[in-house]
Structure formats: C-alpha cells, structure tokens
C-alpha cells in the first residue's frame, strides 16, 4: 500500500517523504470512559515516533459498519485494537471485514482478552498478524520502530512479547511505571470523560477468578511522580480521577500518603475513586477518611462471597468480620460512598449460600451492592479447572457463567432478575428511606427483592421498565399487595423520597392531598419572605418564586427517621418538613430538609 518493499532483514521500508501511521484502536464500554493503555503505548513510544501514532476510540454501542467506515476513511498502515471482555465480540467482526476494505493494512492485537491462547486466536483469524501480550509498552515501541525501520536487521520473532505464528513468544520484563510518561498534559481530549489513572501494577493476592493474580509483583509508581500528577489533575479541578490499582491499599504507606496528599490539598471539586481491600485498613486509615471532605474520595469492595468454603476455594483470604467492622466504621461518618461487590456462580456457592452471602453484604449498607456473575477468564486459575467445577460459560466474551454443579441455569436466571430490582430500587438511590423499612415486611432484603421480581415478572415490566418517577408508584402496587394496612405508612416514605431529590412541577398520584394545608403553606413563605429563618438564600425572591423553589409537604408518620428498630405510629398531627434543592448532600445529592 504505501511501503515499497520488505527488506531481507523483515523490516518494512517506506517510500519518499511519507509517514506510515500505526492506528491504536479503543472500543470502550461508554462514552463517558476512555482507553488508558493507548494513551499510555503512545506516551512511552516517545516523541521520535509519535508522528506515527494516532488514535482513535468508539464505542461497543456503535454499529460495526459505521466504525468500519471510519477506519476505512483513516487508512493506516496498520491498526492494533486493545482488547477486552466488553469489546472482543465487536472487534472479531470488525476483523473479518477490514480486509475486505483495507487488504493493506496490517491487523494487530493487544490486551487481556488475547494475552492467552494466542495461537489459537491467531488460526481463527488469519488475517491478524499477530498479538501484543501482557504489557504493552515496551513491546509496542520496539513494535513501531520494525515498521519504520529505526530498527534495522531486528525480525518480528526477536522482539520479546509478541505472539506470532511461528516460533516462541519471548518473554518480556516487566515495566517501569516510573518510565511510562503522564499522557494527560492535555486534557481536552478527555472532556466530559473519566479520567483514568494508575500508581501501581499487580495484586498480591490470588483470587482465582481474577487476571491480576497473574502479575504476582506489585509494582509501585515513585511518590514523588503521583504527587506532581495527583496535583495537575487538583489544579484543573478533574470532576472525577479513577485510579485502576488493583488493590490500592495492599501497601499501607503508599495508600495512606496519597490519601494525606489529596486530603490536603483537597480543591472542592475532585472526587478520586479506590478500589480496596477493606480487612486491610486500621484505625490511623479510618481516622483520616473520616476527616475527608464528603464526596472527595469513593471505595469499591470487593467482598465476592461470605461462603467460607468458596473463599477457601478462589484462594481469597478475607476477614469477613472486620470487613463488616470498617464498612461500618467509614459509612457512619456519611462522607465516603462505598460501592461492594458480589459475584455469584463461583465454586461451592449455590442459590440458598448465594442469598446468605447477599443479606449479609446487603446488611453492611452500602451506598451501592453490586450483584454480578462469574466470568470465566482465559488465563486464570477457575478457567483452567472449570471442568473440574462443573461450570458452564458462554462461548463468546463476557464468558460469563450460566451454571454449574451448585447453581442451575434457572437459579441463574432469578439471580438476573433480582440484580435488575437492585440496579433500579437500591443502587438508583431513590428509595433510601423506604426500603429499609419494607425491608423488615419480609423474611430478609433477598426475599424483598426476589418478590418484587415475580411482581415485575406477572405485570410484564422486564423488558419494559417504568421510567424513573413511575417506579415509585409501581413500588406502591407491590407493597399494596402484601401489606394493604400500611397504605399510608408507605405513600408518605415514598412521597418524602421523591421530594428528596425531585423538585416536581406536578404532584404524583400517590402522594397525599395538599390542599387543606394550603393556606398554612402559604403563610410559612410569606413570613419567611418577611424575615427569613430557614431560607436565607432566597431573599432577593418573593414568596411565590421561593415556594416553586423549594418544597413543603405534610407527614403523619416521622418518615425523616433512618433507626433500624423504629416503631412506626401515626402522628395525631402533621409535621411539615421543608425540602431546599440548593443545599444538597454532597454524597448522595439528597435536598437538605427542616422540620417546621
């Protein structure tokens, strides 16, 4: 295409003044995420070769043919895609079209999707010509100076890394981080996105269904480095930094000085999120958090299992109770959102063990409870003995589980179905006042969930789900089904929820009726108008603009309590509760509230 020849020594050689481009390719998840490992293969790649990168990042929610059309328009000499679980299905189509359109360009592989059984992804597809495995850097360097000959009398088969058809794949030393440059000098090019970032690489632990346990070394970035770049993203107030250590706190010094640094300097804005192990923090650790402003940093847990006989099993050393006790000891002081994990369809976990372990993770009261299933990795421990486990996956990316010797299929299935009642009723977070008390109508938050299944499942709501301000009143229906005699109780719990977050325009159908209240309403916003008490930011608008504003409604039963043993008894009087939407909680956005 644009080269002349290949030269006897297998190096490419190019004509004239023309810069061949090697295109690296990202298909993430969403939008609003962006490909690290790209950005990062070009930073070490350095500035002499630079002019032969370019990069280019879609979406799997893209049609494959207006993707290919891009790549057409592009024409690179030759493009490598950073693979994944999530990308892999779009990618593989795109593979076996790109010849057709570009038979020149060169197709090239990377990533953990294709790190293992390399050989075999190569005899599926023979138009790839080879594959980059593990990391990525220096490989891909040496990679793009063969194709533009700074590499001379360097072959394919002696750069270490790279899987190709014949001969071994050599193996490469682990990466510097502290060589691999900061890519995000400018940030235009990630705007309204995630920013992605890493101070270490690898885990010390050896969860069986997880890649990291590969990378047996923990690789820590210099101090010095993290603190210069924690504070460019400080100093242009980044909305939200992600770091993708695996275990960021599996090194307690290096964990607690980043989280003094950005404690310190704290701009107001920036919220950093951590991936921990929560059996690994003590007091000094607790303490500090608890003096973070609310909203600065955010943890994701992964607890997976409370079943001791599969902790034992996925080589997952967990202390379980102080896990518990941490959880508890960060949630207490409001200010840190904490996100746990829950996989189901691991090894000696069946349906009844699987609601065990939900209702007791659930009882830790995170902010968010995610309830995932098993995905079987190529290269990990429970891939190689899945057999062995009776697991049965998915052919195709994700891989993910559809039963195995404990958990049927159809057990799969209702574990689906109660994970869409979490995602909409829990972790939407509009419901925190009115599910802990639901809660309690039922044997546990499993069983709770699982009814509200069937529920949707008889009214023919999956598939078609109520839009977001409708949930609530489906809510109501379910409940109206099993406790009719606290109609009242529960219209209030969710009229008081709503109004948290929603300033609505038009008062929903299962609120209570206003109208007798009106004139006292009324009068509480001319006096404040007069001489203001409660809403001091409003003084410059008159009672009529500060009532649209704000919110006032009327309640019998005290639905503003969060006690787990609250004895819920009617009011012989309402108690008037104001809802001021310019003063939200900065963790969960809820409307400050005043009892009047």
Known sequence: MFWNAVSPYGYAVFSGGYIMQFLLTAINAKYIHSNPAVYSLM???????KPHIAVAEYTINQRMEEILGDL????????????????????????RELPKVLPDTELWLGGPEVSYEGRGILDAFPMVKGIMAGEGEETFKELL?????????????????????????????????????FFYNDLKTFENRIIYYETSRGCPFRCSYCLSSIDKSVRLRSMELVKKELQFFLDKKVPQVKLIDRTFNC????????????????????????????????????ALLKEMRPGLVQFEIGVQTTNSDTLREINRKTDLARIARTVKAIRQNRNIHIHLDLIA????????????????????KPQQLQLGFLKVLKGTLIWEKAEDYGIVYQEKAPYEVLYTKWLSYKEVLQLKRIEEMVELYYNSNQFTHTLPVLEREFQGAFEMFWQLAEFYEEKGYFGNSPARSRRYQVLLAFILEKVPEKAQLYQELLTYDYYLRENAKSRPSFCMDLSSYREEIWNFYQKEEAEP?????????????????????????????????????????????????EKRDALTKEASTFLL
């Open 251 to 286: 090194n307690r010094n290096h964990a607690m000085e980043i989280w003094k640094y950005i404690y310190e300097n704290d701009n107001g804005v920036t919220n950093f999120h951590f991936e921990i192990a929560a059996d690994l923090m003590d007091e000094e650790e607790i």
């Open 72 to 95: 057409y328009t592009r024409r690179p000499d030759v493009i490598g895609f950073s693979c994944y679980i999530w990308n892999y299905p779009l990618i593989q189509e795109l593979l």
């Open 533 to 581: 008490m409660f809403l001091q930011n409003y003084k410059e608008y008159h009672a009529r603009q500060t009532m649209k504003m704000t919110h006032m409604d009327a309640f019998f039963y005290p639905v503003w309590k969060r006690e787990d043993d609250f004895v819920w008894e009617k009011g012989a009087k309402p108690t008037f509760v104001l809802f001021d939407y």
């Open 345 to 364: 369809g691991l090894p000696f976990e069946g349906y009844n063990s699987f609601r065990q372990s939900f209702n007791e993770v659930y009882g830790m």
């Open 43 to 49: 930073a070490y790649a350095g500035e002499a070769l």
């Open 145 to 181: 100076s063969f194709y533009t000959g700074e590499q001379i009398g360097k072959r394919l088969e002696e750069i270490p890394g790279l899987i190709l058809r014949e001969g071994d794949c050599l193996a490469r030393k682990v990466t510097d981080l502290d060589a691999i440059p």
